[in-house]
DNA sequence: ATGAAAGCGCTAACAG
DNA sequence: CTGTTAGCGCTTTCAT
């Protein structure tokens, strides 16, 4: 089905059937109608493909993410629902190595993509400028080393840290630890800093626990770990709801309570955490609003551009209630 | 960056190229280096917009999927990275509304799809009916009502709900309900099916119960509305994890215990189940093997395939124990 | 083994 | 308001 066969079919000139689906306000109504009953007749859609083709824009927007975590999945969904909302179209492309990131990226920059989001924070930063290039607009999410390479969105990593762990010292907490994904990952790092900086100015130490990776199994052997070896602080400040809820899950398996032996905080805001069975305290992350920052970054090209969006603390069972020196 | 610009760099013609690309044994070796590293050094890569429009096959391959749940974010995340594995790249639609649906596929039909995944078992028939076109190949994913209309991949819901029924059976179970999403969804009806016929045989009535969406939340409001009306059955057979947990954690709330007073069952296997917090026994789905068989079947094309994937029965926490009268 | 040339379906400038 | 025309960048015969 082209546009040849609908202009045949209505008698008319096959640029006419282009533009009735283009720019139909320059075709007289009789003739549009006519037009679009032969296209609706013949099932005839205008190929994007062609379009783009001729435009040199094709419509298609990109993002590379991760291949698991609860937290991605939210993202996807969040740029699916946005991106569908335009006449626009979006190409995920997940991966699971770091590695396998620069391969992802040449086969999706095939398809000529009007933009394209790279997440994760353990992307490297020279794959990052490697890849900021002409052709298509790059903007970063959640990617803080990325920032003056490509343009960048991410959450308050530091601030939001900051504010779980002001949370927790409020509380009374005297002795806490913080339980990192990935130390190489830059979002890591912020996020250890800023409770670090909190716990510091209390003159209360903030060991780092890597837990090797931002998954609840990870997590888990955590929990066990602190539960076995016996020495559990008052608090800890897990850097993901996923790690966070395998450190609870482990650590009561071995009957320490939480939030009664020890209160516990994520980083998120992943759906679960707020239901009832974790009732997690975190800093949830506003994706849908990071999402909208991306796609208007996509239609700018300032490379220095920075959007930092504040996450807002919620606070629920896992830090309830007094510690017992509070 | 065209083929054009790479082949002055090298010194060859423009199809020369193009052939080192597409089919690299009919170049010579000298040739091949030379062309190749020119490409490297003028960052181009092939345009697969360029070259869907002449060989009439994108390389795109498209999903249909609800905008919200665990379960089909799962789904999502399968397609992505097996899709990914060849060389082609998916095309990722959300939609909120069944009604959005026939507009969604519309506006992904332009890109020319190699292939189209429908799912969710609330697409209605006729739209599905509608879809099957010439064009690009179309499976049914999870639809049970799509069995004649289109080619169909789907887990087996009846036989699972079975399953799952004959093991509350076993556990002494003497009355039961079910906790359906919607209740003209195909599966929901097939998953009654499977567990009234089970708690049929052995003189148990099953009322059907309905939650109204798939939804945690959906199922937190019937979890508590029958702990504050009291009459609780040994069990509930719920239609969908997500939905389940958020039956748990009605009736706990309410101070209803589980497994303590009632037996809780999900259905789909999502991640969350396996973790201890809840440890819901449930019918897995073997998402990534049922998303195989969907890109396998987008190569045939015969209406009428119908493959059912088995399930598996995993008993956890929800379950555990005997029952007052076993 | 390489080059020349046609054409995929569309859009947009231009002519009428 | 509508028709004619020239490509967009690639793949693929068909020659050489």
């Known amino acids: ?189 912020l996020r250890y800093r800023g409770a670090v900086e909190q716990f510091g100015a209390r003159e209360i130490s903030l060991p780092y626990i890597e837990a090797g990776s931002f998954t609840y199994d990870a997590g888990y052997k955590i929990g066990a770990n602190l539960a076995e070896v016996g020495r559990i602080p008052d608090a800890l400040v897990v850097a993901a709801d996923e790690i966070a809820f395998g450190v609870i899950d482990g650590l009561r398996r071995h009957g320490v309570s939480v939030p009664g032996d020890v209160r516990v905080t994520g980083f998120d805001g992943v759906p679960q955490s707020a239901w009832e069975g974790y009732g997690l305290t975190t800093l949830v992350q506003p994706i849908e609003q990071m999402v909208a920052s991306v796609l208007q970054l996509l239609s700018l090209s300032a490379v220095d551009q920075i959007v930092t969006i504040e996450g807002e603390l919620r606070i629920a069972n896992t830090t309830r209630g007094e510690t017992s020196h509070g």
Chains 1, 2 share one sequence.
């Open 1 to 189: 089905m082209t546009s040849f066969d609908v202009a045949k079919r209505a008698g008319v000139s096959q640029s006419t059937v282009a533009r009735v689906f283009a720019r139909p306000a320059l075709v007289a109504e009789a003739t549009r109608n006519r037009v679009s009953r032969a296209a609706r007749e013949l099932g005839y859609v205008p190929s994007a493909i062609a379009g783009g083709m001729r435009n040199q824009r094709s419509g298609l927007v990109g993002v590379v993410v991760p291949a698991q975590g609860e937290y991605w999945q939210s993202v996807i969904s969040a740029f699916a629902r946005q991106v569908g909302e335009g006449s626009r179209q979006l190409l995920v492309t997940t991966f699971r190595d770091v590695q396998a990131v620069e391969g992802a990226i040449q086969s999706i920059s095939r398809y000529r993509l009007d933009g394209l989001v790279l997440a994760s924070s353990t992307i490297g930063v020279g794959q990052i400028s490697r890849l900021t290039q002409p052709n298509h607009a790059v903007v970063a999410f959640n990617q803080p080393a990325a920032a003056g390479i490509a343009p960048l969105v991410t959450v308050d990593n530091q601030g939001g840290a900051a504010a779980l762990a002001r949370h927790l010292i409020e509380l009374g907490v005297k002795s806490a630890a913080f339980v990192g994904g990935v130390s190489s990952a830059s979002t890591d790092q």
